[in-house]
């Protein structure tokens, strides 16, 4: 196809060369099949030299497309460094400061903190990654790598510390029992007994890092920033500046390859100069050539000279950045440029091909072909598969150009089909856990797969910053209808997610949109969640008791019973933490009979479990199995509405509550046949802390019954799970072990 294009054009090889930049010899590969797969944007030069129409463009796009292998795998994020760039170059002195800070900590005699700072751009992130990269050997309990996000979008202290407890084994269940001040202080104490490297990249401020630093131990911490955070005491500071002249030089040579780059020496070198030997301007320079491979290094210093002094009013440290970006920018297509400007609008710290599918309204095929053009344009980084993130000062030129060159009414339109999108794929997500819905209708054409609850719940999580970010968006211009319906859409699915730390201003937003829409059917509902969010999440025991009273009133006015019942099952919890046993009594009885009269079998089922546990505590443990055995006759029966992963859960909790009501009236046998059963359901269900906790009382009954060989190995089972359960039960379980007689 390429060489009837230029046989049409009456070009020679060397003259379509001369048109496009692209070298004499691809082009000759290209026309000989000796090279099928070229770069997008090579194609899209070949265009342009060769005069092609849009439609005959875009044909040859298809060829080159057509010829594309898929990908070979997937790759995992890990918690390990595995972004060092392969052509590192330079900072000799810098590496073996953080040598040395690692030798330190390693015999716990020095500072156990290395703080890297200096401007954008001069490869502070670069660095740690390659210091950790080859001091890994030496941290046998992990490297890990949290990115703060400190220019645009600072990370909370507090979502850090999540990540980093996570990965370093801390179960959920723990993380729910502290607060921010014992996650912190969890942290310093794993830091502390362990041998661990930790990346904190691009702190904002002293406030963002001081909780993640540990006091002593072997650890070691680099942390990189703008700032020297010089408010941080008893740190290592290495400050970094431009490389030298040498090493940018140096680096230009290792991208080019040493035969280009000693052809044109002295350009190289000025190169470098031009863009102020700072690595990240370098690399995009030496990208550029890369791609336009048939140019001549000294044409670059050319541009770059025009590109310096058209942005010499720019501040000193950005206008040399700012002239390599600007240089990328230009040689873009149009669709890729306008791409560039419109990601710079996605709200999370990564994005894939769907955000640019969404934000530009074309297919997600085309919109990966688009990305993938910026990245080789070394304009976005493929960060691992199937997603791309910006450097930060990228995002920033991105948006610049983005406010210069779309107009206003083009701007909203795309944050609309963005938030739009994010909205919607949220709701068919969510949806997959609620009773009545399921599967996506067959209607719907999702940028995403969506055909599997695993793929609903994998989108919520990892779209979790960007799908937050729409509904406040949304929140914000009055979208009030769809702030209700896409908190409604996470009903069944937050219980599953409870330590994402979001909950309560989800259901605060759609309590606020359900108020301004004047339903207090659907006020009382998103009440009712946030009571719960408040009670579960951040344990303010006494203000979800207030909301699930505003709850009731809003639910009366709606002459709506089971929402009335929902209120005061929701109370229910907060009144028993507080230990008001008598209200939480009262209540969770009048929910049982709201629910039974209403006909709303989930709650009902729910209630009766609460209902019979405050029973037993009265001491009416007769009355409690009554209760129970309720639960248990009516998901047995033939026709039960209420079935699969629910019914299997409360079928669960039912068999454990069982085996509690025959142990407080001391009918060991009973109990214990009881237990047996609940971890068995538990197990078969996955939920660790639900069996750990059956084990544990099965293993009291055992005791009870003399059967001490038995009691031992269901303890012992019990004591395993470590802390997948809850931490009571597991130092009940230990105590109860070594109590037992020696075997």
């Not at 796009?61 to 760039?85: D, E, F, I, Q, Y």
């Not at 029992?177 to 041998?195: C, K």
């Not at 390859?257 to 020496?265: F, H, K, L, Q, S």
């Not at 969510?430 to 209607?443: C, D, E, F, H, I």
């Amino acid at each position: 196809m390429l060489r009837g294009l230029r046989q049409r054009g009456r070009l020679t090889i060397e003259e379509l060369a001369e048109a496009s930049g692209v070298s004499v010899r691809a082009i000759g590969d290209m026309e000989r099949g000796r090279s099928r797969v070229p770069q997008r944007r090579t194609v899209a030069a070949l265009a342009e030299g060769l005069g092609l129409s849009e439609a005959e463009r875009e044909a040859l796009l298809v060829a080159a497309r057509a010829a594309r292998p898929a990908n070979a795998g997937a790759v995992t994020r890990k918690a390990v460094p595995s972004r060092v760039v392969g052509d590192f170059t330079g900072r000799g002195p810098e590496l073996a400061r953080l040598t040395e800070a690692a030798e330190r900590a390693g015999v716990g005699g020095g500072v156990a903190v290395s703080v890297v700072s200096g401007p954008p751009g001069c490869g502070k992130t670069t660095l740690a990654l390659k210091a950790a990269a080859e001091l890994a050997g030496d941290f046998p309990d992990g490297c890990f790598v949290v990115d703060l996000h400190g220019v645009e979008d600072p990370s909370d202290p507090d979502e850090a510390l999540l990540k980093l407890l996570k990965a370093l084994g801390v179960s959920d269940r723990r993380l729910g029992q502290e607060d921010a001040q014992g996650r912190a202080g969890l942290l310093r104490a794993l830091l502390g007994e362990r041998r661990c490297l930790v990346v904190l990249d691009d702190a904002r401020d002293e406030g963002q890092v001081r909780p993640l630093l540990p006091a002593v131990g072997r650890s070691l911490v680099v942390v990189t920033s703008r700032r020297p955070l010089s408010g941080l005491e008893d740190v290592d500071r290495l400050t970094l500046s431009e490389m030298t002249q040498t090493e940018a030089v140096g680096l230009l040579r290792r991208i080019l390859g040493a035969e280009r780059a000693d052809a044109e020496a002295g350009a190289v070198a000025r190169v470098a100069e031009l863009c102020g030997r700072l690595p990240l301007a370098l690399r995009v320079a030496g990208n550029w050539l890369t791609v336009r491979s048939g140019w001549s290094v000294e044409h670059l210093v050319t541009r770059l000279a025009d590109e310096e002094r058209r942005l010499g009013a720019l501040a000193a440290g950005d206008v040399r950045v700012d002239a390599a970006f600007e240089l990328s920018y230009r040689q873009l297509t149009g669709q890729a440029a306008r791409m560039l400007r419109l990601l710079s609008l996605v709200p999370g710290p990564d994005m894939t091909t769907a955000y640019g599918a969404a934000l530009t309204a074309t297919g997600v095929f085309e919109a990966e072909d688009i990305m993938g053009e910026l990245v080789e344009a070394g304009l976005l980084q493929a960060a691992f598969t199937g997603r791309y993130q910006f450097h930060d000062l990228l995002k920033l030129f991105a948006r610049t150009r983005l406010t210069r060159e779309e107009e206003p009414g083009d701007r909203e339109a795309a944050e609309g089909r963005l938030r739009t999108w994010l909205l919607e794929t949220a709701v068919i997500a969510g949806r997959w856990y609620k009773p009545k819905y399921g599967a996506p209708p067959p209607s719907w054409q999702g940028l995403v797969p969506l055909e599997t609850v695993e793929q609903a719940r994998a989108w919520l999580q990892s779209e979790a910053p960007a799908w937050l970010a729409a509904l406040r968006g949304a929140a914000r211009l009055g979208e009030h209808t769809r702030v209700v319906e896409t908190a409604e859409a996470m009903e069944w699915y937050y219980p599953l997610s409870l330590y994402w730390g979001h909950w309560p201003e989800v259901f605060r937003l759609a309590s606020e949109a359900a108020a301004a829409l004047d339903d207090p059917r659907l006020r009382a509902v998103h009440l009712n969640h946030y009571s719960w969010a408040l009670s579960t999440c951040e344990h303010r025991y006494r203000d979800a008791i207030e909301r699930a009273d505003e709850a009731l009133d809003c639910a009366r006015r709606a002459q709506d019973i089971p929402q009335q019942a929902w209120a005061l099952v929701y109370a229910v919890y907060p009144h028993r933490q507080l230990g008001e046993t008598r209200k939480a009594f009262d209540k969770a009885h009048a929910a049982a009979d709201l629910f039974e009269a209403a006909g709303e079998h989930e709650g009902w089922i729910e209630t009766i479990g609460l209902y019979g546990g405050t029973l037993r505590d009265f001491g009416h443990a007769e009355e409690a199995l009554t209760q129970h055995e309720r639960i248990i006759a009516f998901l047995d029966a033939p026709g039960c509405p209420v079935n699969g992963h629910a019914a299997d859960s409360y079928r669960a909790a039912a068999m454990e509550a069982l085996g509690r009501d025959y142990a407080a009236l001391e009918r060991w046998r009973e109990a214990a046949e009881h237990y047996c059963a609940a971890v068995d359901q538990a197990h078969r269900i996955g939920i660790p802390h639900r069996e750990a906790e059956a084990l544990l009382h099965w293993g009291e009954a055992l005791i009870e019954l003399g059967d001490t060989a038995q009691a031992r190995s269901r303890l012992r089972q019990a004591v395993a799970f470590g802390e997948a359960a809850y931490g009571n039960h597991l130092k009940s379980a230990q105590e109860l072990l070594d109590s037992l007689p020696a075997e």
